[in-house]
Structure formats: C-alpha cells, structure tokens
C-alpha cells in the first residue's frame, strides 16, 4: 500500500547541507583522551599508584569546575562533551607525582574558570588552559612543583632530579653517567623509565597516542613534527662545546617536549587555523623551548613557549591566511 | 590521468539506492502546476487563461525579457487556473494550472524532425530559446543566455558536467548509460552553438560503467572523457573547469572569463530533444530516493507533476522522513510540504530519514580547522561564521572574501561543532547586498 500520510506535520526545512559527517566535539575530546592513556597508565606504572590519585582529582575536579561555572552562570552544561575531563588530564600529566592532592584542583581551578570560562568558554579561550593551570601552580608552589618522586622503575640508577635538572645543575658527563651510559639514558627515555612529570615521560607511548590522532585527522603532523625538529636542530647546534655539538637524540625525548608538541600544541582551540600558521606557531615555539632550556633560568621551557605562541595564534591567524582559490596565491 | 582540486569532503555517496534502476516514466498527473519562475532572471508572463484549452508543447508562458525562459504546457488539457500557488523555492508563486484531459496531444506541428547539421548557430540558439532550456542541474540558468557569446569573451572549450557528486543522485548517471545518443546529440549542438573545437566531460569515478559509455559514445569525436576522483564538491563550475582543463577562473569571474561554458547532461539531453525533434523542455529525469522511500527509482516525469505523486510512484515512505530535499542532500532545499510540483531544476527528491542527518546542536567554534581544510575555495569559514555572527559583514566580504563561497556546504559538512555556516555566509551576503542597495538610494 502507499503510504504517504506521514507528512502530516511539515518537515524540518533547516538550511543546506542536510548530511553531515559523524564527527563531533565530543568525538575529538574522548579520543584525545584514548590517546593519552597509555603514557598516563604509564606513569603510574613508573611512579606508583599515588598518581592515579592525582589524574582522577585533575580530571574530576575540571569537571566539577566546569559544572559548577556552567550552573552558576545559567549556561547549557557541557561537561558531557569531554573538554573539561581532557584539560584535567593533561593538567595532571604535566605535574611531578608527588604533587600534593589539593594542587591539581587548584589547578583545575585556574584552568577551567579562569583560562577557561572568563575568556568566553570552548572555543575562545587564547591560551591553553591545561597550561595555564600548570604556570600558575609553578608561580605558585614552586618547591611542589619541582620535587621528584623515586621511581618505581630503574630506582637505583636514576636519583630524584629530572634529567633536565641533572643537565641544568651538572652538566653533560654527569648526566650520561647518571643512567651509566649514553645509549642507556637513550633507552630511559625512549621508554620512560626516568624522571619527570607523572605523563611526559614516555617518549614511545606519547608518540603511539600522537600518530593515532594524526591517523585520525585531529591533528596536523607538521605541527609536532616542525616543533621537535626544530628542538632537535637548535640544540645540536648550540651545543655545550661550541657549535654542533649538541645532543638533540636528548633534547628532544627529555622533558614535556613530546607531550607539548603533540598535545599541548595541537590543542585546536589556541594555535593558529591554517596548516602554515601552525608550522610558524610550532617553530616559534620550537625556538622559544630551547631559548628556555638553554639560556634561560628554568630547566625546561616547553609550558611557557606554548603559552607565548598561544598570545601571537590571532596575529598568525590574521597574516596566514588560505590561499583563495582564483587569486594566484595574494592573500585579500 | 586522475585529476581534481584542493579541499572537498567524502560524504557517503548513497547512490547505490538507485544507480542500477533503469529510467521509469512516471504515470501523467491529473493536474499539472507549471509555475511561471522556474529559471533564474525574470518570471514568465502567463500567455493562457482560465477555461483555455492547451497542448502538450505550447508555450503557455513567454519569457519577460532576454534573461528568462519560455514555460510550456507538459500535458494537455484545460487550464483551471493562473494564481499563486505553492513553489518549491519561493513558497507562492504564479502559475497555470492544467487539469489532464488524458489525451496527451502534441501542440499541432510537433515533434517536428530537423535534421540540425543544416541549421546555422543563430538558429539553434534561437530553438533552445524558444524551447525554454535552462540549466537542469539545479542552478536553471536559461541555456541560451549562457551560449550567447559576449563580444569581449572569447569560447574555445565545451565542459559537459557529468561530475554528479551530490550524494544519492543518479539521474545524470542512468541518463549515461541509458541515452548516449541523446547526450552526444545535444553536446554536438552546443558545441556548435558556441563554436567551439573542444569538448570535456568530466564524470567522478564511481561511475566508471558511464565512464566506458560515454567514452565508447564520443570515439571518433573531439570530445574527451575525463574520470575524475570521486570528492565533494567535484561538480562545482570553477572545480569542475579546474580539474579537466586546468584553468582557474578568477575569483568573482565566470567560465566564459577563462574561455568555457559548462552544460549539465540533463542541459545537453534537453537541447537534443528541442533541435532535433522540436520538442521543448516539458519533462525531465529526477532521482527519487532517500532513506525513507520505499523504492528508490529514477524517473522521467512531466514538470508540473507534484512531489507527492513522484513519492508515491516509489511506494510511498518507509519510514517519516526528518526532511523532505528538493535537489541533492548538500546544496537542495528543505521543502515544508511534498505538495509542491517538480520544477526544471529538480535534480533529485529526496526523503532524507532522521539518522541520515547527523544533525545536532549548534556548538561555538572550536578551532579545529577542518573547514578550512575542506573548503575548495581557499576560504575561511570558521572566520566567516565568527564575523556573521558578530554582524562584521563588511569585514567578511572584504578581508575574508565572503562572495567567493559557492555556499557548497564541505565546511558544515565537515565541522564537528555543527555550526550552519552556509546559514551565516547567506546572511552576510544579504546583508551586504541590502548595504549596497542602501548606499545607492542614498
């Protein structure tokens, strides 16, 4: 029989187009997420399951935040959509595993309420709130924030101090005997077994979640790619004993240079829209990590350089512009 | 040789439904609406009146100037009314209503077989006039204005868009493998029309049996088939031109700027019937499918036949559709009602089922850039919406070149926080179009 009653009521007459892919915010948010959880498992692998503790109170008390924020300011509650979980997911993973427990909701705090929501919510926010929450407990808990954990793995031949510390305070020929040997330090960090924040520290994990969000499309490879190359480069350059003799193998697993370059610095909402703006923001802040690392009074630079480059992601954006298609490459 | 362009998405093409249905001629309508606009430029002026008796082929409405189009009766009968009535794109519009008498008389004359090899360019030019040819992949573009060529422009190059890369359309596609000499007719004619050396077809690789056919058909002629890489929007004029022959029309230019008129296959198909049989534009090849039709089909129906009586030749719904589109799921029109007529640019009717849509609630931007990578014209339409939104229409049109957007529709296909960007770039544009106006009047 043909039936043709059903249009009884009119039809939905939103404009075009009428399919859409089955992409969503909170698709991208929960798969970033995957991606970060074997180097944050890891980590409580590495450190003891204290850190756990520590991940579950970032990631709960950002939701909580996100809430409270939502609720107090009458606006549609999107917790759900996974943004706020992933900034306190990252924000944990970027602080050491002996952070007391009532940090990383500090932390939380400043993240989601304040680099967050007083800028406008998802989407308008200019610096990476995971990365603001962390530079402002390190204002602020600087002992805290740089007090390392013995490790559960290698305990014995790694000391207290990240390898940038070592590096920092020693120097080179104690940072190689520190592991016993230079392909050994290669080895800790390839895989993790050193010291440093709860989740920046395996190389090989941070780079299978990082590939699997390039796979997925969410991020650019040139991003990471420009960012850790740029690192490798500038400090095999200037290295300790004049030019071009630098460890960049060291330079760019050390530190939070992976989890930054891949996670930090592909976080959509604060880095420039064009593929070529994101290559200027990564170099900039490629540049910017070992200015820090190597000149400046911090071990490590990877957190502030975000952020700075974050402050110029409008201007880039406003300079690097698509190539409109009929204009032969001018911008306007 | 794989050739395509920068950007585009990859939507599920859902023309399975209905590319292996041969063409159905859908059963006459007891009443015909033939509404006056059906073309782009100025509406016709209904030439019958009420009580009139008409035939299949008359010219019941004539064009209003040289941008228009003649209208002709699709059945015979008597004219029951010239008012408003529902259009597809306007909601009322005026038209001439023509109860069916069942004959199905042809105006005396007609069809009148011409051999058109005799016939000069002005003359063809003139039949595809008079027999109301316009542009039949949705845009209705009277075809005469567009072969009509301008003293200044100089044509060399035909390009048949066979490209079809809306999703679950197949008309173009049956019409390949069905009617071959029907295509290769009209593109000779309009190729004659323009005086052009050179034709290109260009057809998107998951349709690689029309492919084989179209190339088969044209062996022997100067007429190339291009397989292009099966991407949204491919079909797209300034895609299309780029991806066969290379050249870019500048941005706010048209084809003709870089040598080349594009025809639809239903164009050249219809030119075809009106040269060489005298017969006017007074039906077409539409595909009716969608996941709440019960059987999909491709069908050859009179225009004027409503929507409803197209549906139920497919056996009605299957399910309640969330929309009813006339045209293709990425640039048509949502219809309210499915009692509206067929029209000459009704590419496809689609009943679009409620987990088809991927719809969800509009989100603020969140950076990603997934429509600036999708976006074939190299805009921004993150910034676009954003600039929309915070009414800065001058802003859009003159940094972010608002009026280059084909309104395509890749980017909100594409953009997890759903925004509706075709929506803001259409205001903006209106906006921008009404500030014109307003600075003229002064």
Not at chain 1, 244 to 255: E, N, Q, V
Not at chain 2, 14 to 43: F, N
Not at chain 2, 253 to 262: E, K, Q
Not at chain 2, 296 to 301: A, L, Q, T
């Amino acid at each position: 029989m043909v039936d043709t009653t059903m249009n009884d009521k009119i039809f939905n007459v939103s404009m075009s187009p009428h399919i859409r892919d089955n992409e969503s915010i909170s698709k991208i948010m929960w798969t970033v997420m995957i991606a970060l959880t074997p180097a944050a498992l890891f980590g409580a692998f590495n450190f003891g399951y204290r850190v756990v503790m520590v991940l579950l109170i970032g990631m709960g008390s950002a939701v909580l935040f996100e809430y409270l924020t939502q609720k107090i300011r009458r606006k549609t509650i999107t917790i759900r959509d996974g943004s706020a979980c992933l900034t306190g997911l990252l924000l944990a993973m970027c602080l050491p595993p002996t952070i007391p427990f009532y940090m990383p909701a500090v932390g939380s705090f400043i993240a989601i309420v304040i680099a967050k929501h007083a800028m406008g919510g998802l989407g308008f926010n200019i610096f990476n709130p995971a990365h603001i929450g962390r530079a402002a407990l390190m204002i602020s808990w600087p002992v805290a924030m740089t007090t390392w954990s013995k490790m559960t793995t290698g305990v014995d031949v790694v000391s207290t101090a990240t390898p940038l510390n070592i590096l920092k305070q020693q120097g080179y020929e104690k940072l190689i005997e520190t592991f016993g040997s230079a392909p050994d330090m290669y080895q800790a960090l390839f895989l993790g077994t050193r010291n440093g924040s709860i989740g920046e520290t395996s190389t090989v994990l941070l780079l299978l979640g990082g590939c699997f969000l390039i796979y997925k499309k969410y991020i650019n490879w040139q991003l990471p790619v420009v960012m850790v190359g740029t690192v490798g480069i500038l400090t095999w350059v200037f290295g300790p004993a004049g030019l071009f003799t630098g460890d960049p193998l060291f330079h760019m697993m050390a530190g939070g240079l992976i989890i930054g370059a891949f996670f930090m610095a592909t976080d959509m909402v604060t880095i420039p829209i064009t593929i070529k703006g994101q290559v200027i923001f990564a170099l900039g802040a490629g540049i910017l990590t070992v200015l820090i690392r190597l000149k400046g009074g911090y071990p490590e630079g990877v957190c502030y350089s975000i952020l700075l480059m974050n402050s110029i992601t409008p201007l880039i954006d406003r300079f690097v512009q698509p190539v409109r298609f009929g204009l032969r490459g001018e911008v306007k | 040789m794989i050739k395509s362009f920068r950007g585009g998405v990859h939507p599920k093409d859902s023309k399975s439904y209905t590319s292996g249905k041969p063409i159905e001629t859908l059963p006459l309508p007891e009443l015909a609406v033939i509404p006056m606009r059906q073309h782009i430029g100025a509406a016709s002026i209904p030439i019958v009146k009420k009580g009139d008796l008409v035939k299949k082929g008359q010219v019941i409405g004539e064009a209003d100037g040289f941008v228009s189009s003649n209208v002709h009766a699709s059945i015979s009968g008597q004219v029951i009314d010239v008012g408003s009535h529902p259009h597809p794109i306007f909601g009322k519009c005026e038209a001439v209503v023509i109860s069916n008498d069942g004959k199905d008389e042809w105006l005396e004359g007609l069809p009148l077989i011409r051999n058109w090899e005799q016939l000069e360019s002005a003359q063809l030019l003139k039949i595809i006039s008079d027999a109301g040819i316009v542009g039949m992949g949705g845009a209705t573009f009277p075809t005469h204005v567009k072969s009509t060529l301008q003293k200044d422009k100089h044509v060399d190059l035909l390009v048949l868009n066979a490209a079809e890369c809306e999703p679950y359309l197949t008309a173009d596609h049956r019409m390949m493998l069905e009617e071959g000499p029907r295509i290769v007719t009209g593109v000779r004619i309009a190729m004659k029309v323009l005086g052009v050396e050179k034709a290109l077809v260009g057809i998107e690789d998951n349709k690689k049996d029309a492919i084989e056919k179209m190339t088969a058909a044209f062996a022997g002629l100067p007429v190339e088939v291009v397989a292009l890489p099966t991407k949204y929007p491919q079909g797209a004029e300034k895609m299309l031109i780029n991806a066969v022959s290379g050249r870019i029309i500048p941005s706010g230019g048209l084809p003709m700027d870089v040598g080349v008129v594009v025809q639809n296959v239903g164009t050249v198909a219809a030119i075809c019937d009106a040269v060489t049989q005298g017969i006017p534009l007074i039906q077409r090849v539409t595909t009716v499918s969608g996941g709440s039709i019960k059987s999909p089909k491709n069908i050859r129906v009179r225009i004027g036949t409503p929507f409803r009586e197209a549906i139920e030749f497919c056996d009605g719904f299957s399910t309640r559709p969330e929309k009813i589109i006339m045209g293709g799921p990425m640039m048509g029109m949502a219809e309210p009602s499915i009692d509206i007529p067929i029209i000459k640019g009704v590419s496809g009717i689609l009943a679009i089922a409620k987990g088809e849509a991927n719809t969800g609630k509009e989100a603020s931007c969140i950076r990603c850039g997934r429509c600036v990578n999708a976006c074939p014209m190299g805009l921004n339409p993150s910034m676009l919406s954003i600039l929309s939104e915070r009414g800065l229409y001058e802003e859009a049109k003159e940094d972010y070149g608002l009026f280059d957007c084909a309104e395509c529709g890749s980017c909100v296909f594409a953009c997890p926080a759903k925004r509706n960007i075709v929506q803001y770039v259409k205001y903006s544009k209106a906006q921008n179009a009404a500030a014109k106006l307003k600075e003229k009047r002064g």
